[in-house]
Every structure is written in C-alpha cells, then in structure tokens.
C-alpha cells in the first residue's frame, strides 16, 4: 500500500524529467553561438534560493553528507545526489535545492528554462536549446528591443523608448531614423523649439527629420532659419522679424536690405513667388535624400562576412542534421518507458478493482444488519404496543367492576368476596401446564431477542465506520483517475512530438533547398545593386546642375520687387481718387478699418484656439482683445467725426455769413426804398407829419448804421476764418488722428506681451491638476486678466451700439457686426467654461444667465459643484454663510442658497413669505473636502433640494434630498427683467440681501453647472468684486467623480460646433468610406455632419427626427438625397442612437442606425473630396454661403449629446480640436428632457399614472397660445370627464359636469400662463397666474375611496369626440401630486403616445400688430373709417444692417368678431413685391440733386433669380439708371452719353437673406457696395451731355412698356421678394404715390391664396371673366374682418351686382335695370373664426341664389324683358369709392384672403388680371 499511495507522486517526476533530458539539445561546439549575458545569470539563481523556493523531491543515491556530489548533480535535503535540471544548458546547480547556476546560451531562470530579456527562444519545441537576439526588426544585427515574446506564432516586441510599431520597424512620435537600415537608429525630432508647443512630440518627418510646420516665421530642414521676408535668429532667440524693405529681400540675420539684382536685357524676366522658396528647399531635401540612399546602398556588403555568415548557417544545418538523428533515438527510448508505464498502470488499476470489490461487500453486509435490526425494532414495538392493550383491558375490568357493583346493588364485602373467588380462578388458570410451557418459550425467545440486539448494535457500529471511511476512499480513486488522465495527456503529448519531429524534418529539407537558390538570387541581386549605384552616380549629376541654375536664378528675384513696389504705388494713386474727400482722413479710415480686420481676425483665432478645460485666459484674452477694438473704433469715430464735423462747421459758417450778408443787404434796400417813398409824402404834409417823417428817418439811418456795422463785421470774421481758422481746425484734426494712431501703437505693444502669456498660461492649465507649480503661475498671470474682464464686455457692448448708430461707414459697419457676432461666440464659450472660482468671505461675482426668465416662472432647477474650506480660520467665529441669489433687487421673489445651523438651506420665496428647506440629513461638517454637486429645484409652489456626495477611491455616490412647499395660492417667481440680478458667493456692499439670506459670504471653492435647460458659468459674469485669482487660485474638480461625467461625451447647445481639420491625418479616403457617431437629442431638427469645398458639399441632419443626408461630390446631375423616409430609425426619443455613414467603391452611399441597414443609393463613381468636417454646427458665414445655403433643409445647430466620432474606425477627442467652438464635456440630464410640446391643432400627447383626479388630485401647467379655444388637458372615466380647456379667451374646469371659469378673457394673448387645478371632497380649484377661482363640490356623499390606478390622460387635445377643438400653442412645465412617486416636472419623452406634437421648443408667437403704413393714393378706404391710423411711430429704424419687428398695438386695428388679426405679423418697413408681371411702388417726388448726385440704398431678400428693384428714366428713356437682378447677381447700370455703364456682382444675391445694397451715380462713375464689404467701380469717359430724369421713381418693379428699351426682358419684371430701408441721398422715402400688388413683409408661415390687406386693394378681372345674365361664381374666403366687398360688378347704365359681408352676414344685392333686389345668408359657423368658407353666387336672369356652407338662400327679382348682356369687368376685393352706390350697406375693401376662385367653371388666376391695385399679394396668403 505505501508503494501505491507514493507511485503516483513519483511517477509523474520520472516521466518528465526524462521528457525534458532527453530532448535537451547539448550545444556544445556550436557554430552560431550567442551567449552575451549568461554568466550574469548566477547571481540571480542564488537570489532565487535566498527567497524560498520549494525543493524538488527526487529519488537517487544516498551519500555521506560530507562527501560532495560529481558535477552535473547535487546534494538533496536527505543527502543522496540527484541530477540537476539545467536543460542542458549548466553543469552545476545548488545544493538542497537544484536551482542551476551559470546558465549559458544566452538562457536564465531556476533550470535555465527562459532567455534573457532581449531573446528568444523556439516555443514549438518547448524549453529552448538556445536564445536568439530579438527579430526586433532584425536579430543580433538590428535589435532594439527590451524583450520579445511569441503569442499565436507571431513574435510580439517591447520596444526601447525610442521605437515603435510590431517589430520596433519604425521611430517613434518624436523620433526619426530607419530602424530597418543596418547601422542606423532613431534619433530625436530637433526643430530648435521652433515647432507647435501644443504637440507633445515635436513633429518631423520620421524618416528623413525635416521638420513640419515651422512656426514663428521660420523655415529650414530644422526649421532653424528664417522665412524669406524675415530676419534674426531662429534657434536662441526666436525673434524673427518682418524685414521692412517695402516687400524686397534683406539679410536673414541682420535684416539689411539687399540691394536689387541687376536688370538689363541680360536678365530674363521672370515673376516668381513663394513656390520658387518652396522648390528650393525641396531641391535640397531631395539631395539629402539621395546622399541617405547612397549611403545606404555602399553599406550593403557581398564579402568575407557575408561568406561567413552563410558557412556558419551551412554547419548549424549540418549539426541539425545530427541532433534530429539523436531525437530519433530518444524517442524509441521514450516509447519503451511509455510502455513500462502502461503495465504498471495495469497493476495499479487491478487493485483499485479488488479495493473496491471489498467496499462493496462490506456494504452489502451493513445493509444486511441493518434489515434485521429495523425487524428486530418492529417486534418490540408490537410487545410494547401489546401490554399497553393488557393495561387498558385491566383498567377497563376496574371500571366495569364499579359499574356492576353499583348496578346490582352489591355491598363491600361482597365485592371483595367476588374478587376472591375471581382471584382463585386465575391461579387455576396459571397453574395449568398449557400456559406454562408457553411463558417458558417465551422466556427464551426474549432470551434470544436479547443477544440479536447486542449483535445488531455491533454490526451498526462497523456500519459507520466503513460509512466513515467511504469519502476517503472516493477521494483516492478520484485522485487516481486524475493521476491517469494527467498520464493520458503525456501520452498524447509525446505522440504530437513525435509526429512534430517528423515535420520539422521534412521543413529543414525543404528550408536548405530555398537556402541554396537564394544563395543564387543574392548574387543576382548584388550585380544589380551595382549597376544601380553606377545609375544613381550618373543621375546626381543633373540635380546638382539644376541647382546651380536655380542659385542664380534665385539671385535675379530681388530685382522684380521693383516692378511690384511700382504697382503699388499707381494702386495706391488710384485708390487716392476714389473719395472726394480728404485725402488723408480717407488714409486713416482705410487703416483703421484694416486694423479692425486684422483684430477680427485676430479674436476669432483666439475663439478658435478656446480649449473647454483650459479657455478661462483665452476667453479674459479675447475680452481684452475687444476692449483695443472698442478703443480703436472711439478714436477712430472720434477723429473722423471731428474732422468731418470742423469742415460742416466751416462750410455752414461761411453759408451762413452769405445768408446773413444777402438778408442785411435785400433789408438795407428795402429801408431805403421806404425812406425815399416818406420823403416823397413828406413833400404834401404838413409840419407835424414832416417831424414824424424826419424821426423815422433819422431812425431807418440808425438802424442802416447799425446793418453797415454789423455787415463790416461779418465780413470781419470771414476774413479771419478764410483760410486760417479754417485750416488751423484741420491740422487740429490731423494731430488727433495723428495721435489716435499713437495709441493704437502703444495698445497694441501692451496686448503683444498679453499673448505671449497666454500661451504659456494655456499650456499650463491644460494639466493644472498634475503641475501645481505650473498651475500657480498660470493664476498669477490672470489676475489682472479676470479683472479687466469685469469692466470690458459690458463697455464694449455700449460702444458698439453707439458706433453702430452713427453714420456708417462700410468696412468699420462690417467689422462691428463681426466683432458682435464673435462677443456672441464669446459668451457661449464663456458659459462653458468648467473652472471654479475661490471665495474668502469677501469677494462675490454677479452672473449673467442666458436663461429667458419667463422660462424661470413656473419651474427652476440649478446645480452648481460646492467645495468648503473648513480649516479657515473666518469659519470659526462666523460659520454660517451666504452662497447665491437669484432675484430681484426689491428681495422679492427670489431663490438662493445659504449654510445655516450646519445645514445647507434652500430658501425661495414667491411673493409672500420665505420656504427655507434645510438639507439636516447631511450636516455640512460632515461633507467631505472635495467637490459635491448641489440641486436646488422649484415646480411651483414646490421645492427640493438634492446634494450628491462621490467616492473619490470608488463609483459609490451618496445620495440625500429634502422638500417643501410655499403655504397659499403663490406658485409663480416674477422676475423682472430690468430688475434681475444673479449674485453667487456675496453680494456688493450697496446690495441689501433679504434678512434670511444676509450672512457674511461664501469661504470655499464653487463651480456652476446649469441653469434649467442651459449651461452656465462664474466665467460668464457681468461684474466681479474682491476676486483676486493670485491670492485665491481656483480649486481643482475631478472631471470624472460623478456618474453623469465618466461617459466621455461632449454636449452641443445649438450654438457651438466642433471642426476637425484634415481628417485624413488619422485615417485615408479609401474604397470603403465610413463616419460613425454616437447622438442623443430630444430636439426635431439639428445639423450632425457637415464637409464643404467649393459647390460640392456633404451634410447628415436630423429633419423633422429622422436622419437626412444630402450630397453633391460634382456629380453631373442634381444632389443626391438619401433620407428615412420609411420611419425606420426616430432619432429624437433622447436616448444615444450609433449612425454610421459608409461611402463603399465611391459609388455608393449607405445610411447605418444602430447597426441596422436604413437605406442605400448609388451615383457617379466620385471620390470625397473634402478634407474638413463640420460637426453638430457651423459657422454662420458657411450656413449662410449661396453654396451650402440652397441645398441644406437644416440649418440650425445640433443641441444634444455626441460621442464616439470616428473616421475609419479612428476616435477623435473634439474638445482637443483646435477649430472646435463652444461644446463642453459630459451630458447633463437636465437639457435632454422635454418640458415643452407646441400642438398644431391636430395633435395632442398621452400618458398613464397613478392618481385619483375625481378624489384627490392637484396639478399644474404652463400654455401659451393665441387661439381662443383648445382643449388643453382632458381624462375619462366612463362618464365621467376632466378636463382644462381654453373658452373664449377664459380658462375653463370641467369636473364631472361641474365648471369653474376664470373670470378674464384674456388667456389667448401670446403669453405664458401658468395654471394650478386641485380637486378635494369639499371643493375644485382653479388657479391662473395666483388669481383663485373655486366652486363647491356637489358630490357631498362621501363614496369609499378606491384603490388608485393608473389613469391615462391628454395633453393638448384628445382623439375622441369632446366639445372643444385640439389646442394649438405650448404647455410647459406641468406636474401632479401622485401617489407612486415625489412632485417633479414632466418629461414629455417618455410619453408613449405622442401624435404630431413637438417635444422640443415652441415657437414665439406673438399677437398680430397693425400695419404702420400710410393711406395710399389707390386705396379703396373712405375718410373716418375705422380702420384710420391711430397713434405715429414711436422709433424709426433708419439702419440698414437689420430689421425690427412689430412690436406695438394700435387701436382701432382689430376685429373683436375674428379670430385672426386684421394685420398679420409683419417687418417694419418692409414691403413684399411680386405675384404679378408689374408688382410696384411709384414715388412721383424726385429730388433736385438727383441727376447731379444720385445715391440710393435699399435692403433686399429674395430667392428669385431675375426682378427689377429700382428703375428710373427720363419720358423717351434715353437717360436712365436701375438696379435689378439678372441671373441671381445684382446690376446696377446707367447710361453715359450713348453708352451703357454696367456694374455686375460675382456673387448670388437670391439665398433668401437680407443683404444691404448702395449704388451711387457720381457723373461718369458708377458705384456698386454690398454688404459694406464687397465694393465694385467702373467708370466711362466723361461726356459734356447734361443727365436729367423725371419722375416717377420705380421700386419694386415698372409699369408695362417701360425699362424694355434699357434691360433684359426677364429682368424687367417685378421683383419677387421684399425690399425695406428705402433710402435717396440719405433721406428716407415713405409714402408712395401708387402701389401695385405691394403687401408688408409678413414674417412667419404662408399658403396659398391672395391676400387683401386692410390697407385697401383690388383686383380687376379680364375680359373673359365678366358677369352676365347667367353666371356662376364659387370661391373660398378665409376673412379677418367681418365687414367687406367680395365682388362687384357694374355697367354704365346703373345696373350692378355686389357681393360683401357686414358684421359676419354675407349679402348679395342686384339691379337689373328695374330696382334693388337682394338676398343673405347667416351662417352658423362664423366666418370669421380662422378656417376657409366656401361661398357660391348663382344667376339666371333675375333668380339669384346664394350659397354659404351649404347653407342656401334665394330671391326672385322683378323681370326686365329688355335686360341685356353687358360683358363689363368685376372688381374682387374691393372696389374705387367712385363707383359705389349709396344703397350699399358696407364701401370697406375685403380685408383676408381668396383662393379657388372660380366663373363658370373657369378657374381664374389673379395673377393675370387686368389690374392689381393697392395692397394686394397674390401668391402667398399669411397663416397666422
């Protein structure tokens, strides 16, 4: 037995100790032998003893343990030498352990199993007979590798520092060299500091080391020289410098001008550029290359090495050869062991047969046992049972031996007498023998009984012990078993060997084969590397001559300078003519408006540069950079206003003084004429009336003194002005100009430092959380930055708008809209940014938020990170302190945050009395000493506060909220607007917080994070007080704390947009094409993916919530469109969507949603050719461009969340993209829900929660609409209704037939309203912005309440039949009080049913204003109609850079009967033009300086390719001038003479944008500027003709015949769009004489239709469209005032037919020649409410029926038997006041719109009339 528990101990040793001796490969003599650091390995082994490594257990001989052992074996722990295990690689190894020492063959490890670092060895054949060097890439000759490894057959290399790629081929980033050339290493990038300090590595070509994209104006291989045009030193200083030879050479190192080469007729001619610098260095570049490669091919060597090395591969083959021969015999040597191990194996298993057989029998036995025991148990359980029975029978006798004395009367002593005689029978009874033998065999089977229990208990005893010994025993057969099939995998391991070894063989024989014929190609391939290095001599040789040619070709470049220097000059004369002004007022302005350019430009890099983590500088940069543009724009206003202003002064002075002159002298002269004429009545009077008359003579000679006095001085003051003062004024001017440009100078020396830290302060940022050092610094330099930034922006904005209103001068116009768009981006940026500021108790910073505040009114929800500074020392004596507020300046209606009591305290009050919610679940003392998130939130009346608590060590976050409720109606917080003030941290000492909130300041780190749906920041402030970022730098937050940050996503607020720039960097163009991006958006419509170059463009949007995808690669057909127009993929629903664009052969484009194929379509073979790529946004000059404008159907940016962008497969991290603007890292929940949903009247939205709304019920929403009814919130219960709806302008309850009703009507007003509606037993309340109203409620039995379910109910409408129509307009913001969960507001996304609603944003609606435009001369309107204009215009816009909306009510402009507005929401003045051939306006005043100067400006916006826009002529128009479009571009022509001057632009015009035009005629000049930026001049010779016009003057269009004799016939028609800001010589043209088919501008959705505006128009129909005897006439009307003519008709023999509504009644009334007659019909549904109404006219000679809505009417006139049929023309709409008679009951034009106008089955086009007149638009009726 202990030979079988030892045997499978020792067998397994044996066996694989002989494995692995007898396939060890003694190397002993071998020819290619890399043994480098074996020896080093003893030291190694010995440490290994040293830590404890187990022993081996091995059997041998056992030796006196003072004798030693022989080599190669060693002393075990019992003292007997075994053999050491070194794998054949050392012959010595430790004693007591076997670990072997001296490895050899470059191998290590306790038995010289593993190589060195730096090797390896071959895994096929398991422990390696030798160690290689590394193939990293090449072995022993090439190896640049730490250590190597094989995984899957492939040998895997670490790489030293300076390598990379599988095989360490290549250099790594930041490294050059050719790893693969013999010889060579990789070096590093050197660009003397002169590269992008953005990358870690510097960039460089990483073969050659020529170094990319010098900075700092410097070039070179190393880029360590200066560009041309530049110089100084480029390695140390870094200061090269523009060289100032006006555009010539100078000296790269000294910055001397270099004197003009020669010219000469020997000097060719030649203009060269840049590209003759690029060649240059190219030309260089190219021999470096070459001179590399020849190196490289000398290197290559065919001598004795190479011989050598192939004889020692020729042995090592040879000795492999024998070593296999040697393996064979191993294995016959292993095969016999195998066998020897399978008998024994045999043995062994027959005694675990015998073993077990035993068990089982012992088994078998215990169950035997245990039978006879259980019958033996069973017997003496029947004995018990049976003497239990004998004692109850003798019980029983007792018993009934009482019972039968009692019954027979018997006395005591007879019953004793009776149980002796009962006694006596039983002793006869035993004593009977029967009974006797009995008892004895009884006796002795009891006997018997007694000893099987003794044996029964014995054998259960052994049972459990052999019970007990079973698990031991199945452990060891388990272990054998396992023992045998480790056997079996030895076996069939050694079988794979076997069968190895034979392949191996096979290989070698086949290996040698291809040996000896590449031994032949190698010497083939070394002729020919000879023959091309002779090639490779012989070529060098016309470089090196080209170059010699280019050198002196290089010599001559200086001298066309000289040519290029002379252009300028005559460039800058001609630019010097073009003004009239002075010149060097225009000088300066020109400069001025170019360094305005130049710091555009320069902000918006600043913009582009922003990095979200690291922008805090940048942004305070760009501030600064706006605060010099501001300065520059004052003083450049300042000086040219002053000039300008000193000349007007000068020339009004002297018109004056000849005013005054020519007054005093036509007085003079009159006084003495009335002197002459007294003195000749003085003659025929008497002596008094001659005294009188010497008197007032004596008086007219005084007063003609005085005249002469005053006369001499005036002339005086000319002469002191003429040409003194006069000039004197303007040098004063050119020295304030002079000084002006001084500052500018010094302003800009200030800001060049500014840059420079910048950029150091950017770089520093970026890793502040691991560089403390370069942190703190990073503070110090912004201090002053954060300061300044206080006082900048909202300066600027000042003077922006005072520059902007004055008069506008292009180019700095234009660089003020830019500089407002970029203080725009700023602000974006700057609410993004994600950095915290550091209060000390003292410091506060007033917030700009960007959140509309009536959004603020129903609902609030704000977040911010917190950290406190618990160990300052102002915490001890003041621990409670004041955090943010929100509010008021009154502190009324607030919300703020303070700590209080060791408690954070949410407090907001809503008008009445503070809620203040302390959070006591966490105390602030028990916060930890970083960053936790805090959110407050407010739905009503209700109020919640929630603080987030992060591990920093796990994901674990501890989670605590709190909530409270305003006592009363109050729900609303109004803040107003101009009264809002946002403070967080403190408060400025002249700012009186309310008494709960006045504590001492914040001590700690805070960091704001959003504000409802927006993103916001401390950084987007506008003041700051006592913030010092030196002394109280910012506190570090780690980004990925919390939950909602880990997710690297970035999120898009709709403005921003990130830009990555040459996308083929990370990955190629190739056959198969693909974008994949990750999205998550609630929005309808966004812009995804977005590449331009030239016409050709790609864009991916999100239209309407499905994907669309539009491209044009230069195809010759039209864009090719690939949209979801199944509905397969529903973007929108707020969770991450994966898309995925494949362009596959470049042939065909494919749209992936979530790895589901949507759709696919095929076009021209064309490659992409884009190599930027626009995502979630672009900027506006790009949406905007004609190019990409025309075709994309979306150009809004993308608001949501994105992720994962990648470009064949290659992520992207946008925030680090240096053209990304305005994103930010994570995605907040807070702007994925949907608060909002705008219903079109045909939607409506739906849901299921547990409430009980007949019971206990309270809930409330926001809605703004301008319809006055809808139904706004509805639930059913079988009978039993709910619902909200909107009546008549009032708010309506409907509970179960109960009503309560607001008592205003004024809820349809465009505004938001927020309403409560609560439901109890006792009554049910209805509450509209805190106004009650409440009704009891009649149910007074009390029911027994049911269990609340799920009820579903309606937002917005219902889909089954109610009393109200569908609501049109927004809800917002709603809640309920339920039972399953906390009051928090509705997310509309998570409705399950939502019908053509949209959950994201609603329109502003606004209620319709009047139109401000006055009567006109063809107005069908009588004097004091209603409709006259009421009030004047409070502001004119005279701008032309944009347009302002409507935004007054006038009285008298509505009709309290209509649902729509009289007067649609319009631009002010804006007029639409267009719908017929003459569409115009006429203005028959022309000014008397037109022909002398004419300057016209007009703002215009159109889609229409051709139009005439302004137009006039003299009467036989051999004079004229216009403006019109023709092809899409604007011209502007007139005639000189006989000839034509035509200025043409080269841009479209008809994007359908407003752009600003001005054209000046200056004599023979013409002048065309567009946009203030583009200016277009030509010119004609002069002629001696005088140009004269007349009027009229034509917008919009001319009358027929006229401007064909002048312009292209498509362009003579009327222009189709709307023209505004109408302006001659500067002064504003108004009032038209005539108007033709002229409308306002209407802003917002438009149909089909022609609409009569309440201004008065008409429409007279053609001659075929007359109205006889019999007619038939049907149309449809869609009114807004419920007054007015639809038709008429008349002769001229007094008869008519008229047709019009008075006060919703339609009337139609008629004479025939006999008398009036007429007929109406009152419809019940009123025709004003909004909706088309279709009306019908039928006539059979005096029968005329009227039909309205099916509703019908009829009158039988008097019979006019000479009655005949007139075809005379029929007025629609209207009709002139002429021609009206006075029996009609309304003479008001028709105000609304006609369509489907239709006579005698005829339909008739408007836009073909004889006459349109008025204001009338014929194609476009306005919705709303």
């Known amino acids: 037995m202990a030979l079988i528990s030892a045997w499978p101990l020792v067998f397994p040793i044996l066996f694989f100790m002989g494995c692995l001796s007898s396939s060890t490969v003694s190397s002993e003599g071998s020819v290619v032998h890399f043994d480098i650091e074996g020896s080093s390995a003893v030291s190694i082994q010995e440490s290994a003893v040293i830590r404890g490594q187990q022993q081996s257990v091995a059997t041998g001989t056992l030796v006196p343990f003072a004798e030693k052992c022989q080599e190669g074996f060693y002393q075990a722990a019992l003292g007997d030498c075994l053999r050491c295990n070194c794998n054949g690689n050392s012959n010595r190894c430790l004693d007591g352990s076997g670990i072997c020492v001296g490895c050899q063959r470059n191998t290590t490890g306790e038995h010289c199993e593993k190589c060195l670092d730096g090797y390896i060895g071959d895994v096929v054949r398991g422990v390696p007979a030798f160690c290689q060097p590394c193939p990293c890439p090449l072995p022993l000759v090439a190896n640049f590798a730490v250590s190597c490894h094989r995984k899957s057959g492939v040998v895997r290399c670490v790489c030293k520092e300076n390598y990379a790629g599988p095989n360490c081929e290549r250099c790594a980033p930041g490294y050059y060299g050719n790893p693969m050339l013999i010889g060579s290493t990789c070096k590093k990038c050197d660009c003397s500091g002169n590269s992008d300090p953005n990358l870690i590595f510097e960039d460089c070509d990483e073969v050659t080391g020529q170094c990319h994209n010098c900075l700092r104006n410097t070039t070179g291989f190393r880029c360590d020289q200066c560009a041309p045009g530049y110089y100084g030193d480029a390695k140390i200083a870094k200061n090269c410098t523009e060289c100032n030879c006006r555009g010539g050479l100078c000296d790269s190192r000294t910055g001397e001008c270099v004197a003009e080469g020669p010219t000469g007729t020997d000097c060719p001619t030649i203009s060269c550029d840049k590209c003759i610098w690029d060649l240059t260095d190219d030309i260089g570049l190219a021999i470096l290359t070459i001179d590399e490669s020849k190196s490289i091919l000398l290197s290559i060597s065919s001598g004795v090495a190479a011989h050598r090395h192939l004889n020692e591969l020729n042995s090592s083959v040879s000795l492999l050869k024998m070593k296999l021969s040697e393996k064979e015999n191993h294995s016959v040597l292993r095969k016999i ?69 009692i019954q027979h009367e018997l006395s005591p002593e007879d019953i004793i007498q009776k149980l002796k005689v009962a006694e006596q029978m039983l002793r006869e009874i035993q004593h009977r023998k029967p009974f006797t033998s009995q008892r004895l065999i009884a006796e002795d089977e009891a006997d018997a009984a007694q000893k099987l229990l003794r044996q029964v208990e014995e054998w259960q005893l052994r049972y459990n012990e052999t019970r007990f010994l079973f698990p031991i025993v199945l452990d060891q057969l388990s272990d054998y078993n396992m023992k045998l099939s480790d056997l079996q995998e030895a076996l069939d391991q050694a079988r794979d060997y076997v069968g190895q070894t034979d392949d191996i063989n096979k290989e070698n024989v086949a290996r040698l084969q291809e040996n000896e014929q590449q031994l032949e190609k190698v010497k083939e391939q070394t002729d020919g590397v000879n023959n091309v290095l002779r090639s490779a001599i012989d070529i060098l040789v016309e470089p090196q001559r080209f170059n010699s040619e280019l050198s002196d070709v290089i010599k001559n470049v200086s001298g066309f300078y000289a040519e290029i220097d002379g252009a300028k000059k005559e460039l800058q004369e001609k630019l010097a003519n073009l003004s009239r002004f002075d010149d060097d007022l225009v000088q300066q302005a020109m400069e001025y408006a170019h360094e305005l350019q130049r710091l555009a430009d320069e902000l918006n890099r600043n913009l582009y540069s922003v990095d979200t983590n690291g922008l805090v500088q940048k942004a305070l940069n760009a501030s600064n950079v706006y605060e010099n543009i501001a300065t520059y724009i004052d003083e450049a206003n300042e000086t040219a206003l002053l000039a300008l202003n000193t000349t007007h002064r000068v020339s009004d002075a002297v018109v004056g003084i000849d005013t005054q002159i020519v007054y005093h002298k036509d007085e003079s002269e009159r006084l003495l004429n009335q002197a002459k004429e007294l003195q000749e009545t003085a003659d025929a009077s008497n002596d008094l009336a001659v005294a009188e008359t010497s008197r007032r003579i004596a008086e007219t000679i005084a007063r003609k003194d005085a005249l002469k006095s005053r006369l001499m001085k005036a002339m005086k003051q000319i002469q002191s002005i003429e040409p003194g003062d006069t000039r004197q004024r303007l040098d004063q001017s050119k020295l304030i100009t002079q000084e002006a440009v001084d500052n500018t100078m010094k302003v800009t020396q200030t800001t060049t430092p500014m840059a420079k830290n910048l950029k150091n302060w950017s770089q520093n940022v970026q890793n502040f959380e691991q560089d403390a050092v370069a942190y703190d610094k990073a503070v110090d330099s912004a201090g002053d930055a954060v300061k300044n930034l206080t006082e900048v922006i909202p300066q600027l904005l000042d003077k922006l708008r005072t520059v902007d209103q004055k008069l506008p001068a292009n180019n700095i116009s234009a660089s003020i809209q830019r500089i407002r768009e970029l203080i725009a981006q700023t602000r974006s940026v700057a609410s993004k940014v994600q950095v915290s500021m550091k209060f000390e108790g003292l410091s506060a910073v007033e917030i700009n938020p960007k959140t509309s505040l009536e959004d603020l009114k129903a609902f609030t929800s704000m977040s911010l990170y917190i950290r406190l500074l618990k160990d300052h020392p102002q915490l001890a004596a003041s621990p409670d302190r004041f955090v943010l507020y929100l509010g008021n300046k009154n502190a009324k209606d607030y919300m703020g945050l303070a700590i209080k009591n060791d408690n954070l305290v949410y407090i907001y009050n809503l008008g009445g009395r503070d809620v203040e919610i302390p959070l006591d679940s966490k105390p602030v003392s028990s916060w930890p000493a970083y960053f936790s998130i805090v959110k407050v939130e407010r739905m009503g009346k209700y109020g919640k506060i929630f603080l987030t608590v992060p591990s920093l060590s796990s994901t674990a976050e501890e989670k605590f909220i709190k909530i409270g409720e305003v006592p009363g109606v109050d729900s609303l917080l109004d803040l107003d607007p101009k009264n809002t003030i946002f403070y967080v941290g403190g408060v400025p000492p002249n700012f009186k917080l309310p008494p709960s909130l006045n504590l001492p300041g914040f001590i700690g780190c805070l960091e704001l994070a959003t504000l409802n749906d927006d993103i916001i920041s401390l950084y987007n402030f506008k003041h700051i007080y006592n913030m010092n970022t030196t002394a109280s730098p910012p506190c570090a937050r780690n980004k990925l704390a919390f939950t909602q940050s880990r997710a690297i996503s970035y999120f898009f607020d709709g403005s921003g947009y990130a830009l990555v720039r040459n996308i083929e960097r990370r990955g190629r163009f190739s056959q198969v094409t693909r974008f994949d991006i990750e999205v998550r958006t609630p929005t309808d419509n966004g812009l995804i993916l977005l590449m331009v170059n030239g016409s050709m463009f790609f864009s991916l949007v999100i239209q309407n919530g499905f994907l669309s995808l539009r491209y044009d690669f230069g195809f010759s057909n039209a864009p090719m469109l690939l949209e979801d127009s199944m509905k397969k993929a529903q973007i929108n629903d707020a969770k991450f969507h994966e898309i995925s664009v494949i362009y596959h052969n470049s042939k065909k484009m494919i749209l992936v949603v979530d790895r589901r194929h949507i759709k696919s379509v095929e076009n021209e073979k064309k490659a992409m050719p884009f190599t930027d790529v626009y995502i979630g946004g672009a900027p506006s000059e790009i949406l905007k461009s004609s190019n990409v404008n025309s075709h994309l159907t979306v150009n809004t940016g993308f608001k949501g969340c994105m992720k994962g962008f990648q470009f064949q497969k290659k992520d992207f991290n946008l925030l680090e993209e240096p053209g990304t603007l305005g994103i930010s890292y994570g995605c907040p929940e807070e702007s994925l829900i949907s608060r909002k949903a705008y219903f079109n009247g045909e939607s409506y939205i739906s849901s299921s929660q547990k409430m009980s709304l007949f019971a206990e019920f309270e809930g409330g929403f926001s809605f703004r609409t301008l319809q006055p009814n809808g139904l706004l919130f509805y639930h059913a219960e079988g009978p039993d ?86 609501f049109t307009g927004c809800i917002s913001n709603a809640y309920f009080i339920r039972l399953d969960q906390e009051v928090e507001v509705e997310d509309f996304q998570r409705y399950p049913e939502k019908v053509q609603a949209s959950l994201y944003g609603c329109p502003d609606d606004a209620p319709p204003v009047p139109l401000l435009h006055k009567k006109r001369k063809n107005s069908s309107k009588v004097k004091g109609s209603h409709n006259k204009k009421v009030g004047r215009d409070k502001e004119r816009i005279s701008k032309a850079t944009g347009l302002k909306i409507l935004d007054q009510e006038m009285s008298g402009q509505t009709d309290s009967d209509c649902q729509l507005s009289k007067n649609p929401k319009a631009i002010e003045y804006a007029n639409q033009f267009g719908g017929i051939a003459n569409s115009r306006q006429e203005f028959d005043h022309i000014p008397k300086d037109f022909s002398d100067r004419s300057q016209f400006s007009i703002s215009l916006k159109t889609h229409s390719s051709h139009g005439m826009i302004f137009y006039a002529s003299d009467q036989e128009e051999n004079n004229f001038i216009a403006l019109f479009v023709a092809h899409g571009r604007l011209i502007f022509m ?83 769009g709307c023209l505004s800001n109408l302006q001659l010589n500067g002064r504003s043209i108004t009032s038209a004489s005539q108007t033709f088919s002229v409308t306002p501008c209407f802003e917002g959705p438009s149909e089909a239709g022609t609409y009569f505006s309440s201004e008065g128009g008409y429409v007279i129909l053609d001659e075929s469209f007359s109205l006889g005897l019999k007619f038939e006439v049907v149309f449809e009307v869609r009114p807004r005032s419920s007054s007015g003519i639809l038709m008429h008709g008349h002769s001229v023999n007094g008869e008519y037919l008229n047709m019009h509504m008075k006060q919703g009644q339609v009337i139609v009334k008629l004479n025939n020649g006999i008398r009036d007659f007429s007929t109406s019909v009152t419809p019940k549904q009123s025709l004003c409410d909004g909706m088309w109404h279709r009306i019908a006219v039928i006539r059979d000679s005096n029968v005329v029926q009227l039909d309205v809505d099916s509703e019908v009417n009829h009158v039988v006139g008097p019979l006019n038997p000479k009655a005949i049929d007139h075809r005379e023309p029929v007025f629609v709409g209207g009709v002139p006041e002429s021609l009206l008679t006075a029996s009609l009951t309304t003479r008001n034009s028709f105000t609304g719109c006609i369509r489907n106008f239709v006579i005698d089955g005829k339909t008739v086009s408007f836009s073909k009339a004889t006459l349109v007149s008025g204001a009338v638009s014929i194609n476009a009726c306005p919705t709303a």
Do not use: C
């Open 337 to 405: 062991q195998m066998d020897n191990a399978e008998s024994e194996t045999d043995n062994l298993l027959l005694e675990i047969e015998a073993l077990e057989e035993q068990g089982n029998q012992a088994t078998s036995k215990g169950l035997l046992v245990q039978k006879e025991t259980m019958a033996t148990i069973n017997r003496a359980d029947q004995l018990v049972q049976q003497l239990s029975n004998m004692r109850d029978n003798i019980q029983e006798i007792s018993s009934k031996m009482k019972y039968y004395g």
């Open 1281 to 1366: 209704t709910f619902s909200i709806s909107i009546n008549d302008g009032a708010v309506v309850l409907n509970a179960k037939g109960t009503e309560v009703q607001t008592k205003e009507k004024r809820y349809s007003d465009g505004k938001t309203h927020f309403i409560i509606t609560s439901v109890s037993p006792e009554r049910y309340e209805l509450i509209v912005d805190d106004k009650k109203q409440s009704k009891k409620n009649p149910a007074r039995e009390r029911t027994e309440q049911k269990p609340a379910g799920a009820k579903k109910f309606y937002f917005g409408g219902s889909p089954r039949s109610t009393q109200y129509a569908n």
């Open 1534 to 1616: 007139f005639n000189v003479g006989h000839q034509k001057l035509k200025i043409k632009s080269q841009e479209k015009y008809n994007d359908g944008l407003w752009h600003n035009v001005i054209f000046v005629r200056e004599k023979n000049t013409g002048r065309l500027i567009i946009d203030g930026l583009r200016v277009l001049e030509e010119s004609l010779p002069s002629v001696d003709n005088t140009w004269h016009v007349n009027g009229p003057l034509y917008i919009g269009g001319v009358a027929p015949g006229k401007a064909v004799k002048n312009i292209q016939i498509n362009s003579v028609y009327s222009f189709n």
